[in-house]
């Protein structure tokens, strides 16, 4: 299964970004999605995931200013990032876990979007 995430940039504090993720290959069902971080120097953190019945969760740090959203059908994931802080900047992965065609449990991760926040 292959994660293709788009939708980071540049951009100055208080702006918005969307960032989205598409899931191919041989899926048959996805459990979870979400979105894991890396800044320059740090270990990857937790962002946010979505179940396939809609339950999400958040790291403390983007309550209230991150959305996470998902289209079951197109099996693709997006995150609505609003109120940035020069600390959101960092390289953002989206992650899938569920079962593939071969009735195997999968987790995959996309190859990573640059989110650059100036202050």
């Known amino acids: 299964v292959q994660l293709q995430a788009s939708g980071g940039g540049l951009v100055q504090a208080g702006g918005s970004l969307r960032l989205s993720c598409a899931a191919s290959g041989s899926v048959l069902s996805i459990n979870t999605m979400g979105w894991y971080r890396q800044a320059p120097g740090k270990q990857r953190e937790f962002v946010a995931v979505i179940s396939s019945g809609g339950y999400m969760n958040y790291a403390d740090s983007v309550k209230g200013r991150f959305t996470i959203s998902r289209d079951n059908a197109k099996n693709t994931v997006s995150l609505q990032m609003n109120s940035l802080k020069p600390e959101d900047t960092a390289v953002y992965y989206c992650?899938?876990?569920?079962?593939?065609?071969?009735?195997?449990?999968?987790?995959?991760w996309g190859q990573g979007t640059l989110v650059t926040v100036s202050s």
């Open positions: 992650n899938a876990v569920g079962i593939g065609l071969n009735l195997r449990t999968f987790g995959s």
